[in-house]
């Protein structure tokens, strides 16, 4: 194999790579990647957020209270959403998340939300923190409140 060729060869598997690592959510890099809202680094995982568009297109978040205002209700059926589980601060999809509003959470961007993969320790969280409990992400994007405070 000459060297074109190899070049070639390695390029497609590196191609095949980064698609794959494209269904999932995004890398990032504390105080290096920039909210796709409000332009602030994401320095916390807990409150990070990212969604992927019909079209592929990735945003990345520093308060799902900017994903929030970034995202119409409609965008719900048509993107992918992801969280940071505030348990485990383990990414979680979208779907599959229940969200605290509350106004004594203190999030970079004054937001108010957590998420939550386990909707009984989410429950437990709301009474906590004197706030509410969203059950999922149709309900999130929908909400009129900004974080507890409604």
């Given at each position: 194999?000459?060297g074109r060729?190899?070049?070639?060869?390695?390029?497609?598997?590196?191609t095949?790579?980064?698609?794959a690592?494209?269904d999932g959510?995004?890398?990032?890099e504390?105080?290096?990647?920039?909210?796709?809202r409000?332009?602030?680094?994401v320095?916390?995982?807990l409150?990070a957020?990212?969604?992927?568009d019909q079209h592929?297109?990735?945003?990345?978040?520093d308060d799902i209270?900017?994903?929030r205002?970034a995202h119409?209700?409609?965008?719900?059926?048509s993107?992918?959403f992801w969280?940071h589980d505030?348990?485990?601060?383990?990414?979680i999809d979208?779907?599959q998340?229940s969200f605290?509003?509350?106004?004594?959470?203190?999030?970079?961007?004054?937001?108010?939300f957590l998420a939550?993969r386990?909707r009984?320790?989410?429950?437990?969280?709301?009474?906590?923190r004197h706030?509410?409990?969203l059950?999922?992400?149709?309900e999130l994007l929908?909400d009129t409140?900004?974080?507890?405070?409604?």
């Amino acid at each position: 194999m000459d060297g074109r060729a190899f070049v070639l060869v390695a390029a497609l598997a590196l191609t095949g790579g980064c698609r794959a690592a494209a269904d999932g959510p995004p890398a990032i890099e504390l105080d290096r990647t920039a909210c796709s809202r409000c332009g602030m680094l994401v320095s916390e995982t807990l409150f990070a957020a990212a969604s992927r568009d019909q079209h592929g297109v990735v945003r990345v978040f520093d308060d799902i209270g900017c994903l929030r205002k970034a995202h119409a209700p409609a965008d719900a059926g048509s993107a992918t959403f992801w969280f940071h589980d505030a348990q485990d601060r383990e990414w979680i999809d979208g779907r599959q998340a229940s969200f605290v509003a509350s106004a004594s959470l203190q999030t970079p961007m004054g937001g108010g939300f957590l998420a939550f993969r386990d909707r009984g320790v989410a429950e437990v969280e709301a009474v906590a923190r004197h706030g509410r409990l969203l059950t999922s992400l149709d309900e999130l994007l929908r909400d009129t409140g900004d974080g507890g405070t409604r």
